[in-house]
């Protein structure tokens, strides 16, 4: 089905960094959206970037793209400390708010941003982008045909090394860290499975000497339905990115299950150490599907 | 070289329960040892248990047993809530001892313990046999080789399904769960890798709801060495038996890192998700070698 151009979603997006050139590459491969304009702090930034993306308006303040009315939808792809700010002017702005994860740097901030969408009329969304991944859809739906039993335990790992204290992750007064940048992943994806927050949690980190954010992080949560899950996340380690769910008759194990990488992704279904099933998925990109997703639930 | 039998360390053993049937066997294979004693409370069990094992000695009570001065070293197999009770008496016996672990319920119990060998000039040692296998030397080499890097993550898993409610392992009065089980050995391991004792631990578990033992539990552990473990252990899930150590260069990961099944040992070297070595190790009785250690600390 061919959705007219006149019917797609129009965006704009706040921020030109590392996120935003992947969610700009995205709408190329988008069915109901469609990106009419960027916001930089510069206009150099913003001009280069429109150009680059091929993206017909640039404005050079957020204020000035939050103000134009033929937008309907903006992503927020500004810095973690950020996100509650821009989120809160964007809904006073009548915008739908697709803002990049983690949502906040607390729970108060979510609350705010939560209660000003919904005091403007918009739809707000954190943009988990790994949710949207089949591998996920077709582990959940394992988990609900029982093809694991209950699931009990959970392990989650995103660890790479990124050593740049110059980058933005390294910056602790704009949100900077390993759990608000990859910890959000297991500990988003425990929720998921678990389907309800966790009513225990505990983490231990190790912080950057100087820049005083987390490098290294690991902890444990409980969940309300029994389960209980670990998870691990690091700049400073060898690459790991693991999930595994231990039911109390089989485990699935997913050996690359946050990132999209345009080639196939592998599930594993294992029982008593053997591999039982394995199922082969597309790997599509993320950001696109859950871009798609947000402008299907603007329409609706 | 053979060691003249009358050399051999002359032990005795207290209880013949499952992990009595392990030790006994395991006597078959000691160099240094010989197993000449068994008691039970019952003299019936201990005389059944002495002609299957072809012991020459048994005793209807742990103190006859201890009062034999012509034994030098006494196993104490028995759960794990009487630990330190017969390790004091052994002690003040002037026995070497020789406790399954874990060596007891809490830190006061192993205090006591630690004194009471002290105080009368006997050896004692928490059994955590599986420190005996080849691969665990292997393993603490590669790392002071460099191979990983600095250990900076540790993840431990030992599980599997185990409902026999009548069994002592889910008797709380008698020191049950699977914390103490089968919990020990990822814990123990990340001391012994880190070489030092944590400063923080957390863990979350689910309690049997009659029997009040832990059939599943996760938690999180800090050391003063900057490595954070994690650890999972459970009655009540599909097989699991797992370590992974990473370091900030590479990781190494061990499939079947708990038991002897007199097959071989995998330790795998994986760096960036590839493996870049496997090293193939053998899977001797880490019971025979555990005594027979214990047994030269004695001799010398």
């Known amino acids: 089905m061919m959705i007219p151009t006149t019917d797609k979603v129009r965006w704009g997006m706040l921020g030109t ?20 304009a960027i916001a930089s702090r510069s206009l150099e930034r913003a001009e280069a970037f429109a150009q680059k993306h091929d993206i017909h308006r640039a404005y050079p303040s957020y204020d000035e793209l939050l103000a134009d009315t033929d937008i309907e939808a903006v992503l927020i792809a500004l810095p973690n400390a950020l996100h509650a700010h821009w989120t809160i002017c964007a809904a006073e702005a009548k915008k739908h708010v697709l803002c990049e994860k983690p949502l906040a740097l607390n729970a108060n901030e979510c609350t705010a941003m939560i209660d000003a969408c919904g005091a403007n009329g918009v739809l707000l969304m954190e943009a988990a982008m790994y949710r ?9 739906r394992l988990i609900d045909d029982g093809a694991i039993g209950e699931p009990r335990l959970f392990y989650g790992a995103f660890c790479f090394p990124f050593t740049d204290t110059s980058n933005i992750r390294y910056n602790k007064s704009l949100g900077g860290g390993c759990l608000f940048d990859m910890g959000f992943y297991p500990v988003d994806f425990a929720k998921l499975i678990a389907g309800a927050m966790p009513d225990g949690a ?17 902890g444990s949560m409980h969940f309300p339905t029994g389960m209980i899950a670990l998870f691990e996340c690091a700049f400073q380690t060898d690459v790991r990115t693991y999930v595994e769910i231990i039911g109390d008759e089989a485990e699935i194990q997913m050996p690359d299950p946050w990132t999209s990488r345009g080639t196939r992704k592998e599930v594993l279904l294992i029982r008593q150490r053997e591999v039982v099933e394995s199922f082969d998925l597309p790997d599509p990109n993320s950001y696109a599907l859950e871009i798609d997703h947000f402008s299907e639930c603007i329409r609706t």
Chains 1, 2 share one sequence.
């Open 132 to 140: 949207f991944q089949p591998q996920i859809e077709h582990v959940l």
């Open 202 to 218: 505990v983490a231990f980190a190790h912080y950057h000497p100087e820049c005083d954010v987390e490098i290294i992080a690991g």
């Open 17 to 36: 960094g590392f996120i935003a050139e992947r969610l700009a590459n995205a709408f190329t491969e988008t069915r109901r959206a469609t990106l009419v």
